[in-house]
């Protein structure tokens, strides 16, 4: 890959909203159950191994935000669906919520941490049914460790404002960022999440800290990864014709001053 700097992994949406069968969305390593190749370490191994591509040349993906599905019984890991996200419970993003509203809805769900994915999931309480896999502290921490242990590049974020917990709604005002203090302490040597701790002691823990009032909400201009179409507003061909030209004009100033600094 001589002409690449980076290579950017998107590593989640591994499974979302209309499999058939609940599975973590994020996954650092290979769940018990689930399709060959659909989790972060085996992508970045096949990257190395099959492809040559040098690790520092590989940056990972990490979500700020969680994928809802809901099942045909009682929700769990690795149970059979309804194919649907839960988007009477998480409108915001069609049943993918950010992780500030994931933490305004805590009170609904169960928390679970599976040892051998490295990765939390939510069950939620009567009657709800629904099944929410995500990111929380310590699997961002425990990528931002493997990120150091295999010498890789770095981490990319969807999105970075996902985690944006205000003082109280509307503030505007960030009061704190705990994905992204998780990610940065990992990256500087900071472990907080030693192999025999509970992950679920941070669950009950944060149950115990100030945060801010609930519900939070950030306006957040961009929603989990997907292609929308967007609506052109009405224009006479002389007004196409003249559009067309203003954007040329300003794709080749873009240009120049991108690729051309000398």
């Known amino acids: 890959m001589p002409l690449l700097d980076h290579i950017n992994l998107m590593t989640y949406d591994f499974y979302g909203g209309n499999y058939w069968q609940t599975n973590h969305h994020a ?3 290979a769940p018990r159950e689930g399709l060959d190749g659909y989790d972060l370490h085996s992508v ?3 990257l190395r191994n099959q492809y040559g591509v040098p690790s520092e040349k590989i940056t990972i993906g990490i979500a700020f935000y ?3 599905i809901k099942t045909k019984g009682n929700p769990g890991l690795h149970v059979a669906t309804e194919k649907v996200p839960d988007t009477r419970t998480f409108d915001e993003g069609n049943g993918a919520p950010q992780f500030y509203t994931i933490l305004a809805k805590q009170h609904l769900f169960y928390y679970h941490w599976d040892q051998e994915a490295q990765a939390p999931y939510l069950k939620s309480r009567e009657p709800l049914n629904t099944f929410v896999s995500f990111e929380d502290e310590n699997s961002v921490a425990r990528k931002g460790r493997y990120i150091i242990q295999h010498n890789l590049g770095g981490a990319i974020i969807w999105d970075i404002t996902g985690d944006y917990l205000e003082t109280h709604p509307g503030s505007g005002v960030v009061a704190m960022t705990p994905l992204a ?3 940065s302490d990992a990256l500087c040597g900071k472990w907080y999440f030693e192999e025999d701790f509970n ?3 941070i669950f009950t823990h944060r149950r115990q800290v100030t945060l801010p009032p609930c519900p939070i909400h950030v306006h957040c201009y961009t929603s989990p990864p997907r292609v929308f179409a967007v609506a052109e507003p009405h224009l006479t061909k002389k ?3 003249k559009l067309k030209r203003k954007q040329k004009r300003q794709r080749k100033k873009q240009t120049r001053r991108k690729y051309f600094y000398g």
């Open 239 to 241: 007004e196409k014709r």
């Open 181 to 183: 203090k998780a990610l």
């Open 27 to 29: 996954p650092l390593y």
């Open 199 to 201: 992950p679920v002691s």
């Open 66 to 68: 969680g994928r809802s």
């Open 44 to 46: 970045v191994q096949r």
